[in-house]
């Protein structure tokens, strides 16, 4: 079994070797999660979707029964206007063969998954993926459950199984690696995507709009 190292520099993901795969954003799932306000899973999620756009993430869209659940949030279909979800009807994403066969095409082994809900979607596949041999990272504030026990369960449980749970705004600065910032690489985030940070990409943004201007 292939798990990710807990030390060293093996032990935080690289953009070059992540594929993510966002699970049922969907209206109906969004109503019932009750571990986080529902909005701030939105924005982190979308937050999220840009983040591997602009480091060049190979990115998967899932949805369950979609006519029953809904589309994907459209916050997130704008990120990848040409991708169309797969639609499924197994609970647990990972025994679709479809998904698992995107995710093995893109020849990665650092699997990032985010969805709705922690305790079942997210926690099937993460768990069923870590033990097919892939390392996993689940981003917990891009995810959410019905209750913020079931949440935390799914987290603890996943963790056991040797899955790393990261917040978007940490895997973000571990995909950037180095702080000397490139116009290319800065992720295109609205404040209210981009948490605690807002701001400073805001920051960030004028900066280098400046130094265009000023040929700096």
Not at 20 to 45: G, K, M, R, W, Y
Not at 47 to 73: C, D, H, M, N, Q
Not at 151 to 176: F, K, N, Y
Request: proline residues 4%; aromatic residues 8%.
């Amino acid at each position: 079994m292939n798990t990710v190292a807990r030390t060293g520099l093996r032990a935080l993901p690289a953009f070059e070797e992540s594929v993510l795969v966002l699970i049922d954003h969907q209206p109906f799932h969004f109503a019932n999660v009750n571990s986080h306000e529902p909005t701030l899973i939105v924005n982190n999620v979308i937050g999220l979707a840009e983040t591997a756009k602009s480091f060049g993430v190979p990115t998967i869209l899932t949805t369950v029964v979609e006519e029953r659940g809904g589309y994907l949030v459209q916050g997130v279909q704008d990120v990848f206007p040409e991708q169309k979800p797969i639609d499924r009807t197994f609970i647990n994403a990972w025994r679709d063969d479809r998904v698992v066969e995107a995710v093995k095409a893109t020849g990665r082994r650092q699997l990032i998954i985010a969805g709705l809900w922690t305790e079942i979607c997210v926690a099937m596949s993460a768990i069923q993926a870590t033990g097919e041999g892939f390392e996993v990272y689940v981003v917990t504030d891009a995810s959410g459950g019905v209750s913020k026990e079931a949440h935390d369960r799914a987290v603890r449980r996943m963790a056991q199984a040797g899955v790393v749970p990261i917040t978007w705004s940490a895997l973000m600065g571990e995909l950037q690696c180095d702080g000397a910032w490139e116009e290319e690489s800065l992720p295109a985030l609205a404040p209210d995507q981009a948490e605690y940070d807002g701001a400073a990409f805001g920051w960030e943004a004028q900066l280098l709009a400046c130094r265009a201007g000023t040929g700096d």
